[in-house]
């Protein structure tokens, strides 16, 4: 079975500042590991994903996330934080016996507040 | 027009009445998942399909039920609402064909049970 910790609910930081939001997991296969944004009173919205390629993954609103085999873990990480980033950060793993968008196993989720 | 459709998009009852709730989707999926999200806590996976004659318990299936009436339709019921099932549910698809492309997500249906 797998599993997800994100620890810590809440993350603030200054407008420009760096972002790094932990995400460690635990898998007995292969991971696909995956950040979702959940913006205020919105769905989920899909950072970025790893599926086996490259450690380290690039995604949308100039986020990226490592992939760390020896850690086991999956931090997202964005240079210059904006006033906009400002949302609910879920990190998630998927069953990988059953391909990469199979059912999904999420962590706590960490809101992140960015400050003027 | 989305490709994944949860209705309603809100919904407010008491406690001992049955809910359905429904999703729709058009993008020919055969996997089909209900989540709920809770303050704290995640989303937390109640049950699945992966076509429309399997279909499995996820994490917290009790209190809870589905229907997959077509590839397209896969619906959760709560047969006995309780104030405790106050939740934001959402459906999601996959395409086994595709194992790289993500789930896809509804825009969730929002729930409160007095």
């Known amino acids: 079975a797998q599993s997800v910790t994100q620890l810590g609910s809440h993350v603030s930081v200054s407008e420009g500042a760096l972002v790094l939001l932990r995400c460690n997991y635990s898998s007995s296969v292969p991971p696909y590991l995956f950040w979702y944004v959940q913006y205020p009173n919105q769905g989920l919205q899909l950072l970025l994903k790893y599926t086996s390629a490259a450690t380290l993954v690039k995604g949308i609103n100039g986020f990226e996330a490592e992939f760390k085999k020896s850690e086991t873990s999956f931090h997202l990480t964005k240079p210059s934080a904006h006033m906009s980033d400002a949302a609910e950060y879920f990190c998630a793993v998927s069953d990988g016996n059953t391909g990469a968008n199979s059912k999904l196993t999420f962590g706590k989720g960490i809101t992140l507040s960015v400050r003027p | 027009d989305a490709d994944v459709t949860q209705t309603p998009r809100n919904r407010i009852t008491k406690t001992g009445k049955r809910i359905m709730l429904e999703c729709s989707q058009t993008?020919?999926?055969?996997?089909m998942y209900w989540y709920r999200q809770d303050p704290g806590l995640g989303l937390r996976l109640i049950y699945y399909?992966?076509?429309?004659?399997?279909?499995n318990k996820g994490e917290i299936s009790d209190g809870y039920s589905v229907s997959r009436q077509a590839q397209a339709k896969f619906s959760l019921s709560l047969e006995s609402a309780i104030p405790n099932q106050t939740a934001l549910y959402f459906c999601?698809?996959?395409?086994?064909?595709?194992?790289?492309?993500?789930?896809?997500f509804g825009d969730g249906t929002r729930l409160s049970i007095l």
């Open positions: 993008k020919g999926h055969d996997r």
């Open positions: 399909s992966f076509d429309v004659k399997d279909i």
């Open positions: 999601a698809t996959s395409d086994p064909r595709r194992p790289n492309q993500p789930q896809h």
